[in-house]
């Protein structure tokens, strides 16, 4: 996996990952993040963005560099962080390719959350954990993770029901827990997500269709084989008008129920294509529905 821009990534260092749960009870909770004031611990600067407190303006360092720059505190609210990314066959496929957003989505998500100060883990799923990145702490540590990420790759049938109840990492981790999948598992997610929930997480939901999922250019006679199922038998389908209309119909109510169900237990869930630009996911999409703040 290529390294990110430095320019992305400064803009990723002001962002913090949103956990309702992990900031009931004030500051006396085992979070660190970035936050102002001076009854907690100085950790670094940055240059002054529009919208930050103008009271943690660093004025000996404006007249030194006639730049505005802010005073970082740390104040001791780590987080766990894990990023479950589904790596079953069903991921590599689409153009683009589903599992390569997911795995870019995983890295952002990694970098924002190590940048406060959280400690972040990443665990490869289809049926089983095919793959763990152990938790660690510091941005320093970010290569680790582009490392472990392309060396993933997509194979197997997805259970996110199983793979993800038998991540026993999570005991005793209160923390935040993201979701990157296609999630068609064909035994379903609410055993996941219930799962996560007694685990005291915090879960956010990241479904990702190719294009050519959301909207099939296909017609004809066909043959088609299940991406997880290569030595199933192949199913042959007449691809009319009305075909793609039950296909798009289904696909609609089958995501609904989805996002229904997330609504119903208070979990973020938010629809992508696999076409969509970081920059947009990341400053807008995931933005707006308060993911990051």
């Known amino acids: ?63 030194r560099f006639e730049r505005l720059f802010i005073k970082l505190y740390m104040e001791e609210r780590e987080a766990n962080v894990t990023v479950f990314l589904d790596c079953s066959a069903s991921m590599g496929e689409g153009k683009p390719v589903k599992g390569v957003l997911a795995k870019k989505l995983a890295a952002v998500f990694a970098y924002i959350a190590l940048s406060s100060y959280d400690r972040v883990g990443i665990a490869a799923i289809n049926d089983k954990v095919s793959g763990q990145l152990p938790y660690f702490s510091g941005k320093q540590g970010f ?96 691809i009319t008008p009305n075909t793609l209309s039950l296909y798009k119909k289904a696909l609609h109510e089958y995501f609904s129920s989805l996002k229904n169900a997330c609504m119903n237990m208070e979990i973020p869930c938010i629809q992508v294509s696999s076409a969509v630009s970081m920059d947009e996911l990341i400053f807008e999409k995931l933005h707006h529905a308060g993911v990051i703040r």
């Open 1 to 63: 996996m290529k390294t990110f821009d430095p320019d992305f990534l400064k803009k990723l260092e002001r962002l913090a990952l949103h956990g309702s749960r992990l900031v009931q009870g004030g500051t006396g909770g085992n979070r660190r993040s970035k936050a102002k004031g001076s009854s907690i611990e100085f950790s670094d600067f940055r240059e002054y963005s529009l919208g930050d407190d103008y009271r943690s303006i660093d004025w000996n360092a404006y007249a």
């Open 143 to 238: 290569s680790r993770v582009l490392a472990f990420l392309d060396a993933l790759p997509f194979e197997g049938r997805t259970s996110l029901n199983k793979s993800i109840a038998s991540f026993n990492s999570l005991r005793g981790r209160r923390g935040i827990s993201i979701v990157l999948s296609d999630f068609l598992a064909e035994d379903g997610y609410l055993e996941a997500f219930k799962y996560l929930k007694y685990q005291q997480q915090d879960v956010i939901a990241i479904p990702i269709l190719s294009p050519e999922e959301l909207d099939p250019p296909l017609s004809g006679t066909l043959r088609l084989l299940d991406a997880e199922d290569r030595e199933g038998r192949p199913v042959e389908v007449e």
